[in-house]
């Protein structure tokens, strides 16, 4: 079975300050990670994906991410927040199961950045 | 390339009153899902197709039906909305492969009164 779970429904930084957003999944296979973010009042869009390779994944906008298969963590950071970076964001996990795949999406954390 | 396009943005319905909603993509994926969001749980999967002529249910699939006659379109149907389905829903489509992005329509909000 697979899982994502979002630390943090909400989050609020000030402009300038370093984001971190937490996400964990459990996966009974090796999974792929995914960020994905949502304005207000659109659809998701993808800021940055793991498959297989370099553990730190460079995203849009200067977000990155780092696979930690021992703490089953992919944690989003960006180094300093802009106010254009205010939005929700969603982890996700995809991972192979008979007859196909299945990707799970985490709860969402809306991200506020202060002036 | 208009990507995933959602009809309609939003409506509004009565409890029983039914109502289609039409996802269209152009990019030529196999892939097609329906998902809802709720807040504070994230995106929840209704029904989904690996490829024309084919759905299957997903996570929360009471409620709705699904067809996909035409590899680019996949309908989603409420027989008899009720408020419980008050929700945004989101189209996604994608290739057949665990890596690849899912590219979301723009959502549509449906109110049931």
């Known amino acids: 079975a697979q899982s994502v779970t979002q630390l943090g429904s909400h989050v609020s930084v000030s402009e300038g300050a370093l984001v971190l957003l937490r996400c964990n999944y459990s996966?009974?296979?090796?999974?792929?990670l995914f960020w994905y973010v949502q304005y207000p009042n659109q659809g998701l869009q993808l800021l940055l994906k793991?498959?297989?390779?370099?553990?730190l994944v460079k995203g849009i906008n200067g977000f990155e991410a780092e696979f930690k298969k021992s703490e089953t963590s992919f944690h989003l950071t960006k180094p300093s927040a802009h106010m254009s970076d205010a939005a929700e964001y969603f982890c996700a996990v995809s991972a192979f199961h008979t007859g196909g795949f299945k990707t799970i999406f985490g709860a969402g954390t809306r991200l506020f950045v202060k002036a | 390339n208009a990507g995933v396009t959602q009809t309609p943005k939003f409506r509004v319905l009565k409890t029983g009153q039914s109502m289609t909603l039409l996802c269209a993509q152009d990019?030529?994926?196999?892939?097609m899902y329906w998902y809802r969001q709720d807040p504070g749980m994230g995106l929840r999967l209704i029904h989904y197709s690996v490829g024309e002529g084919t759905t299957a249910k997903g996570e929360v699939p009471d409620g709705y039906n699904v067809s996909r006659l035409k590899k680019q379109n996949f309908l989603l149907g409420l027989e008899s909305a009720a408020p419980s389905q008050t929700s945004v829903y989101f189209c996604?489509?994608?290739?057949?492969?665990?890596?690849?992005?899912?590219?979301f329509g723009p959502g549509t909000r449906l109110l049931v009164l």
């Open positions: 990019m030529n994926h196999e892939y």
């Open positions: 793991y498959t297989t390779g370099a553990t």
């Open positions: 996966s009974s296979v090796p999974p792929y």
């Open positions: 996604a489509s994608s290739n057949p492969n665990r890596a690849e992005t899912q590219y």
